[in-house]
């Protein structure tokens, strides 16, 4: 019934521009509620939807990570994250990305940024915890990304010291 009003919809908007890609993005909502990331991804990169807008990026980023193109997100939501760092959902999607690529160390950290961006911090300090956990595992492991682990670890770790002071 929402693929049939949706296309209805495409009708009354397909001389308006700005409603048209409102409808786009409708509609690449509805394909990945339906399971279907490829028609997500063919309706917004036909529509040559405008991924500076957090709808659009976020969307664009769930269809592409379902498609095994997770890097081209993962560098995409790096560059939002950096601007938007209390953005919770695009460190959600961020670390999609990375699980999707095996890239187990960077998954980890964006969850906690995640759960920070949420201000749990005690939630965000197990996640930092468990990255911290694999550095020690993993040898090979990436020592920048290792390195801000550890410094967020102990940022989250003073954040928390002073929710409990405030209790």
Same mark, same amino acid.
């Given at each position: =019934?929402?693929? /049939?009003?949706?296309?209805?919809?495409?009708?009354?908007?397909?001389?308006?521009?700005?409603?048209?890609? =409102?409808? #786009?993005?409708?509609? %690449?909502?509805? @394909?990945?509620? *339906?399971?279907?990331?490829? /028609? %997500?991804?063919?309706?917004?990169?036909?529509?040559?939807?405008? /991924?500076?807008? #957090?709808? *659009?990026?976020?969307?664009? @980023? !769930?269809?592409?990570?379902?498609? +095994? =193109?997770?890097?081209?997100?993962?560098?995409?939501?790096?560059?939002?994250? %950096?601007?938007?760092?209390?953005?919770?959902?695009?460190?959600?999607?961020? $670390?999609? *990305?990375?699980?999707? !690529? +095996?890239?187990?160390?960077?998954?980890?950290? %964006?969850?906690?940024?995640?759960?920070?961006?949420?201000?749990?911090?005690?939630?965000? !300090?197990?996640?930092?915890? @468990?990255?911290?956990?694999?550095?020690?595992?993993?040898?090979?492991?990436?020592?920048?990304?290792? $390195?801000?682990?550890?410094?967020? $670890?102990?940022?989250? *770790?003073?954040?928390?010291?002073?929710?409990?002071?405030?209790?």
């Amino acid at each position: =019934q929402a693929r /049939l009003l949706h296309a209805k919809l495409q009708l009354l908007a397909r001389d308006d521009a700005k409603a048209s890609q =409102q409808v #786009r993005l409708l509609g %690449a909502e509805l @394909a990945l509620a *339906a399971s279907d990331p490829r /028609l %997500a991804k063919e309706l917004l990169v036909t529509g040559s939807a405008d /991924l500076s807008t #957090r709808p *659009a990026l976020f969307l664009w @980023a !769930q269809a592409m990570t379902s498609t +095994g =193109q997770a890097a081209q997100v993962a560098q995409q939501l790096q560059t939002w994250v %950096a601007s938007h760092t209390r953005d919770a959902q695009a460190w959600q999607l961020l $670390s999609a *990305a990375y699980a999707a !690529q +095996g890239k187990r160390l960077s998954a980890l950290r %964006a969850d906690a940024e995640s759960y920070a961006a949420h201000l749990d911090y005690a939630a965000a !300090q197990n996640r930092f915890k @468990a990255a911290q956990d694999q550095v020690r595992l993993d040898g090979s492991t990436d020592h920048i990304e290792a $390195s801000i682990i550890d410094t967020r $670890s102990r940022q989250i *770790a003073a954040l928390l010291r002073e929710q409990a002071l405030e209790r």
